[in-house]
């Protein structure tokens, strides 16, 4: 089945400007988790979805971060007025529920602030 | 208490040889301790995974041994290959029951 899947794989843009990074989890995952990793770093957590519960969004960097999920399945981060410290890949997992381990990792989007 | 630390930070090991890549906790309350690991331009992957219950798990050539004790667990690949080469993560469930707390991450390079 398909795994994972995140659009785009690669976004460029300028300081200042809005963007929006989507993720298309496993089809019947009820989780999902988003995550940042800087070059050469771990993984930062950013935000968790879990079904139809308020989102855990203690890992969110700024008040520029936000992040949706709609009808329990796609989720789309939105970074507003860019910065180059935004510069990072951001990837998104989700797993079968909450508690279950296995987080399934998509590609993640490569974003390059200039 | 919420850290997890992973050494070393790169590692090259010739082909054959054992890798071992090691991580340190300080939570006793962890409860899960994955190791995932990561290809160039691809999201990480569950590699192998352990409870504290037990003081080993193996799969295939890829070993975890967990200390309890000594709040340690590590990853051993035995007969390393080239295609082994990546980027190793290991992590720990913290607190809450979905949130993992991850290692900063290994690269390995196997010589052929």
């Known amino acids: 089945g398909a795994g994972v899947s995140q659009s785009p794989s690669n976004k460029v843009t300028e300081k200042g400007k809005d963007v929006e990074l989507r993720c298309d989890p496993i089809?019947?995952?009820?989780?999902l988790y988003w995550y940042r990793q800087s070059l050469g770093q771990g993984l930062e957590f950013l935000i968790y979805?879990?079904?139809?519960?308020?989102?855990?969004k203690s890992g969110l960097p700024s008040d520029r971060f936000s992040a949706e999920r709609t009808g329990g399945s796609v989720s789309t981060l939105t970074i507003q007025r860019t910065q180059q410290e935004d510069s990072a890949v951001y990837l998104c997992?989700?797993?079968?529920?909450?508690?279950?381990?296995?987080?399934?990792f998509g590609p993640g989007t490569r974003l390059t602030v200039l | 208490q919420q850290q997890v630390k992973q050494s070393p930070q790169s590692l090259i090991v010739q082909k054959g040889g054992i890798s071992i890549i090691n991580c340190a906790y300080e939570?006793?309350?962890?409860?899960?301790f994955p190791w995932y690991q990561q290809f160039p331009g691809k999201g990480p992957a569950l590699l192998i995974a352990?409870?504290?219950d037990v003081s080993e798990k193996k799969e295939g050539r890829f070993t975890i041994s967990f200390n309890k004790s000594a709040k340690q667990f590590s990853l051993h690949i035995m007969d390393s290959q080239p295609g082994d080469s990546a980027t190793y993560f290991c992590?720990?469930?913290?607190?809450?029951?979905?949130?993992?707390?991850w290692g900063a991450g290994t690269k390995l390079i196997i010589k052929p």
């Open positions: 997992a989700s797993s079968l529920a909450s508690g279950q381990d296995e987080q399934f």
């Open positions: 089809s019947g995952h009820t989780a």
């Open positions: 979805f879990q079904g139809n519960s308020a989102p855990d």
């Open positions: 939570n006793t309350a962890f409860d899960y």
């Open positions: 352990i409870r504290p």
């Open positions: 992590a720990a469930r913290g607190d809450s029951n979905y949130q993992l707390i």
